[in-house]
Every structure is written in C-alpha cells, then in structure tokens.
C-alpha cells in the first residue's frame, strides 16, 4: 500500500516563508513525477509545482513562479516545496502527489495524471 504523507504547512504572514515536505511509502513503491496542488475553500484543485525525475525537469504554476522552488530525492521518495514571499492568496490545502503507473514525458499538470495522493497539509497566510 503505498502512501503520501505531507508535513510542514502551518501559519506566516505576508512575506514569510515555509517548507512542505512529502514522504512516500510503500513496499514496491517508485514515480516517474511527483508534484504539489492545492485547493482554496470554495475553489478547484489546482496544479502549483511539478518535478519529473528523469532529467530533473520541474514546471511552476505561473502565480508562483519566481516564489516556490520543488525539489526532492527520487531514491528517497521526498518531495519538498519551500514557498518564499507568501501571499494571502496563498492559502489553501496544500497536497503531495506522485506519478507512479506510467512513465511520465513531461512533467504532469492535471490531476488525473497522478495515482497517489496524500491527504494534505494547510498553509494559511495572513496579511
């Protein structure tokens, strides 16, 4: 059984900064891309940050672009996003998700290009 765990969301103001992390588990588990969404209240899902491991090739919502930086280890299954220059827009729920089934040719923007999902973590910034 394979599974996401997220940590590191919590509470900044305007400005600040923090680091979300995503730790995959599971016995036989490996991805092609893992990447980042989140999702305000009352608002969809939405695409924020992606990393495709071969290559290292990474792919940034443009309302972060310039702010947030993924990166991760592929043999250690993290993923991790530090998100500089928060805004209150910022807020959401943010989730880890991984690309596991089909090798990925790019690096996924939609979500049902992933298969595993974790259950999320909250940012909140305040203004």
């Known amino acids: 059984q394979v599974q996401l765990v997220e940590s590191g969301g919590g509470s900044v103001q305007a400005g600040g900064s923090l680091r979300v992390s995503c730790a995959a588990s599971g016995r036989t588990f490996s991805s092609y891309a893992m ?9 969809e899902r939405e695409f924020v940050a992606g990393i495709r491991w071969s290559g290292g090739t990474t792919l940034y919502a443009d309302s972060v672009k310039g702010r947030f930086t993924i990166s991760g280890d592929t043999a250690k299954n993290t993923v991790h996003l530090q998100m500089n220059s928060l805004k209150p827009e910022d807020t959401a729920v943010y989730y880890c998700a991984a690309r596991s089934r089909v090798r990925a040719i790019v690096v996924p923007t939609i979500r049902s290009a992933y298969d595993y999902w974790g259950q999320g973590t909250q940012v909140t910034v305040s203004s």
């Open 35 to 43: 990447g980042w969404f989140r999702q305000a209240p009352g608002k």
